[in-house]
């Protein structure tokens, strides 16, 4: 059964950082890409960031250049570094992975960020 272990949530101040990381277990298969999903309150879930087979890296518009995210091949995991936390980055996070030969989604419980004074 496949399983993301998300962690690393958390109440952060503005201009505050948060790393999170994913660990991916039970899989027995190609993945087409890996990454970090967002949804606040009232707003669809959009993407944040996610990896791709290849490396490629893909970013949501409004935090590129604050958002890194990077993979551990050797532990089957993947990581977000969040830096200069703003509060519209407040919502929940969700690690989610893609199948590559179904394109069938998998996401993790989802993890809370709140970036507050």
């Known amino acids: 059964q496949v399983q993301l272990g998300e962690s690393g949530g958390d109440l952060v101040q503005p201009g505050g950082s948060l790393r999170f990381s994913c660990a991916i277990a039970?899989?027995?298969?190609?993945?087409?890409?890996m990454g970090w999903y967002r949804q606040a309150p009232g707003k669809q879930r959009g993407l944040v960031a996610e990896?791709?087979?290849?490396?490629?890296?893909n970013y949501g518009s409004s935090v590129k250049g604050r958002f890194t995210i990077s993979r551990d091949n050797a532990k089957n995991a993947i990581h977000l570094q969040m830096d200069n936390l703003k509060p519209e980055d407040t919502a929940v996070y969700y690690c989610?992975?893609?199948?590559?030969?179904?394109?069938?989604?998998?996401w993790g419980q989802g993890t809370q960020v709140t970036v507050s004074s």
């Open positions: 990896i791709l087979k290849s490396g490629t890296t």
């Open positions: 039970g899989i027995h298969f190609e993945i087409r890409t």
């Open positions: 989610h992975i893609q199948r590559e030969d179904t394109f069938f989604n998998y």
